[in-house]
Every structure is written in C-alpha cells, then in structure tokens.
C-alpha cells in the first residue's frame, strides 16, 4: 500500500478508490477491513447502519481481488457499498427499519443487488431509513435511529437517512437509496453528499418492499455526481421481472462529463424560491445560478403554480398506495405476528398494531380514507388531476430550458427532537422534492453551500425524463468548482 492515511483512504472517490485498487496500492480486503473498523469506531454514535455483514463483506473482497489480479475488473469491483434497509439481500436480513419485519431475510436479491454483485462490489451491510420510508428524518427506525455527521444533535434527513449519513461519514464509499418523494436527494442535501433519482422505470424495483409503487424509484448517493453516473451505469435497465421497467436503452452516463455548459438554459421557477425557504438557502442556491451562468449559461425564470398543491397530492396519492402496499403485512402471510387474539380478525389486529409504527398507521388511515366509497373522487381522484397537470407543467418549462434548478430543502437539517411531532410541518418540508416524483423526472442533489453552522445546503437539478447523462453532466460541471466541507468526526 503506498504511504497513504487510512482516514484518507475512505475519503477518495469512488474512481480513485478504482486506481489504487488496479495499481495494487491497496488489496480490496486491506480496502474492505479499514471500512469495517471505521464503522466499529463510528457507526455508534451515527447509527447509520442496522447490520454489518463483516465475514460476507471480506469473501466479497477476497472475490473481487481474483478478479482485479486476472485483470478483469469492473468499474465498481472491489468498492464497498452500503444498501438501503428496503432492498432484498438473499441471505441477509431485511427490515425496513420495522418491527414488522425484523426478522424477515429474504429468500432472493433485488435486481439491482444481481448487477452489482455481477460487477463484484464489497457488500458493508444494510443501512437504517424511516420505517417503511414514510418519513423525513430516519427518526421513525425501530432499530437506528440515525444521527447527522455534521452535527449529532440534527437528524440526516429521510428516509434514505441511513444512506446518506453512511456516505458522508465515510464509511461506505456509495450506497444505494430509494426514492418515493424526495427520500434519495433530501438526505443528500441534508449530509452535504450527492445523490440521484433517476427517471421512473429506468431502475428495476424488483426487490425493492414497496412504500407507493408508481413512484418508488431506487438510486444511488455518493460522494458525487460522476460516482452516481458510474454507480447508474451498474443498475440501470429493462428487467423482465419489472412490470414497469423501461425496455429503452441505456447509455454511459458519465459521457457527457466535461462537455461545456455555454448555452444551457437553466429555468428558476419563482414559486421554489418564495416564502417558507430559509434565506441562507435560497442565497446559496442562487449562487450556484451564477456560477452556472458564469460558464455561459442562460438563467429563465419561469413558473410552476400548481407548487402550491404538490404536497397535499402527494401524500394523497403515496398513502393511498401505501395502505394497499402494506395490506399484505397481517402476521399470517406475512411479518410480525401478535402473541394475543382470540380469533382471525383480533389476531390480525394486534399483530398489525404491534407491528406498525405511529408513522406508518397514520398512512394507512390516510391512504384507506382517501379510497374509501364517497371519498374517492374527492381526493385521490383529484390527487391524481393534479399529477397531470404538474407533469404539464414540467413539460412547458422544459419546451424552453434544458434543466430546472430549485433548493432541494427548505431548511438545512433541523434538530432530532423538532418537527418529529408535527406531521404537517414534516410533510411541507418535501415541497422542494415530490413534484419530481409525481411527473417521473430525473433529479440530482447536490452540496451548493454550508450557513453560518456550515450545515450543508443542497440544490436540485432536474431534467426530462431519461436525460441523467445530462444531469451528471451539469451537478459535475458546478461540483469542480465547489470546495465541500468535510465533517468532524
């Protein structure tokens, strides 16, 4: 190994973690062991993981290294990743951060983990998240409750909390998130990393437990935007077992990095920029405009009215899926089963109330009211008028710009003891991010800036549906200019 720190080590890049591990200037297993003693020495107080698999981390290390010495490496062979707690790993438990199912380990892979262990990666373990992903702050985890690596007092956002705090602490060098209405990006802007939604059906949900299932989308966070585009060029495809998933082609989407920004027109909707997003926010956001701009590219202001209903919609339309969803967690089919009832009805019931957490109940209530007889076309029927013309919307901006540029929160992370009680005020948080969701866009968050606690400040870009080579292409072009604060552990 050369003379290098081991701090240093988990820093790197997902591509300078590939040319040491090609120049033999680290072994995939001394690479895969200094991870896991960095997650015995830290993961304590973050909590970003729920099981850390050590004995199948370094056997997929030790594989990996035949494949590195004969000369066949893959882009991410050798790279250690941590996996969201709602992806099925064959063998290896998975929660959903519940209590539903803690005990469940399911008995095949997510497509997405199939690609990545065809390209040889370093499996760390599975990271915590918002129960279910219904959350913004991984603080409704039955088993982790993770905390911010800048500042522990604050939550890393949600539900990919986990995640995104298990990349910004270093100790996983990408990891893999989902995203139902933001749960991928606003973590990311939350711990000062990048993450990616890529466009709906672009990524197999195969094995992905489902929250909303026309707008979960899995994708990756890691330590930037091309990380993100070599991490996508792994996972992304037509698979059989995916109803949904696009049969149109992929591409490399890392190649349109470098290419010049010069003409781009970069539309600001006003309605992301009004009341209700901290100042400090909306500065660094805005800045980064004119950083864009000072590369040649053209800002447009523009508007997106039906802003104001995107929320209400949202958690119309995703709990209404989501009671459907978790109808089939009753303790007989599936998950956890109560010790007390007398009889079917009373069996189911308890096991469910058990089972479920505060936040997870309030949806199902939700979503079951929503479709019940006479108020259907009250709500969700209107919920889903609303999606349409959102994606109308979009689709007007994007007849004269290239790409959208908004905050991706808010507010930087709050304290782990706010807003936990206050659903409304947790749900208008995701302003900034499930318009994104409800049209089936690409988006990419990625670290503009720091307030006076140099608390990371997020800004999201977004594009038409498929264009992510596109997007890695302008978050890279803003991150070369960007000097990223690290934080103190």
Same mark, same amino acid.
């Given at each position: 190994m050369q003379i290098i720190k081991i701090m240093e080590i988990t820093k790197l890049n997902i591509r300078d973690l590939r040319k040491m591990l090609d120049e033999k200037q680290i072994s995939a297993p001394e690479l895969t062991k200094i991870y896991l003693d960095r997650i015995a020495k830290y993961d304590k107080n973050i909590q970003s993981y729920i099981s850390v698999v050590e004995e199948r981390a370094m056997k997929d290390a030790e594989s990996a290294q035949e494949k590195i010495n004969n000369g066949s490496a893959s882009p991410l062979c050798g790279i250690p990743l941590a996996i969201k707690d709602n992806i099925c790993t064959d063998g290896v438990r998975t929660t959903c951060s519940s209590k539903m199912l803690e005990n469940f380990i399911p008995p095949y892979n997510a497509t997405v983990i199939e690609k990545l262990i065809s390209q040889n990666i370093?499996?760390?373990? =599975?990271?915590?998240?918002?129960?279910?992903?219904?959350?913004?702050?991984?603080?409704?985890?039955?088993?982790?409750?993770? =905390? !911010? $690596?800048? !500042?522990?007092?604050?939550? $890393?956002?949600? /539900?990919?909390?986990?995640?995104?705090? /298990?990349?910004?602490?270093?100790?996983?060098?990408?990891?893999?998130?989902?995203d139902t209405g933001g749960s991928i990006r606003q973590p990311s802007a939350f711990c000062g990393v990048t993450g990616l939604k890529p466009t709906y059906s672009r990524v197999s949900r195969y094995g992905l437990i489902a929250f909303a299932s026309s707008l979960d989308q899995i994708g990756p966070i890691a330590k930037n935007a091309h990380d993100c585009g070599i991490i996508l060029n792994a996972i992304a495809g037509y698979d059989p077992h995916d109803g949904t998933a696009s049969k149109s082609n992929t591409m490399d989407y890392t190649s349109k990095i470098g290419n010049p920004i010069k003409g781009l027109k970069i539309a600001i909707p006003k309605e992301f920029y009004a009341d209700g997003i901290e100042s400090e926010v909306k500065e660094k956001v805005l800045e980064a405009a004119k950083v864009y701009e000072s590369m040649g590219a053209e800002l447009v202001e523009c508007s997106m009215p039906s802003l104001k209903y995107a929320v209400a919609a949202y958690y119309l339309i995703s709990s209404a899926e989501a009671s459907s969803n978790l109808s089939r967690y009753d303790g007989i089919k599936y998950g956890h089963r109560s010790q007390i009832g007398d009889d079917y009805n009373e069996l189911i019931c308890n096991s469910r109330s058990e089972g479920f957490g505060e936040e997870v109940k309030r949806r199902i209530l939700l979503g079951n009211y929503a479709l019940s007889s006479g108020y259907y076309d009250a709500y969700y029927g209107k919920a889903l008028a609303l999606k349409q013309k959102i994606s109308a919307e979009y689709d007007a901006i994007f007849e004269k710009c290239d790409v959208i540029l908004t905050p991706t929160t808010p507010s930087v992370a709050y304290g782990i003891h706010e807003n936990i /009680?206050? $659903?409304?005020?947790m749900y208008q948080a995701d302003i900034c991010t499930v318009t994104v969701n409800i049209a089936s866009l690409p988006a990419i968050s990625t670290t503009c800036g720091y307030n006076k606690n140099n608390m990371p400040i997020g800004m999201s870009i977004v594009v038409k549906k498929f264009d992510e080579a596109k997007i890695i292409q302008v978050a890279d072009a803003f991150e070369k200019k960007f000097t990223t604060i690290e934080p103190l552990l």
């Open positions: 370093v499996m760390l373990g =599975k990271v915590s998240m918002d129960e279910f992903a219904m959350g913004g702050s991984t603080q409704t985890s039955a088993f982790a409750k993770t =905390k !911010n $690596p800048y !500042n522990l007092s604050c939550v $890393p956002g949600g /539900s990919s909390g986990g995640s995104a705090a /298990s990349v910004a602490a270093s100790l996983a060098a990408a990891s893999l998130g989902s /009680s206050d $659903p409304v005020k």
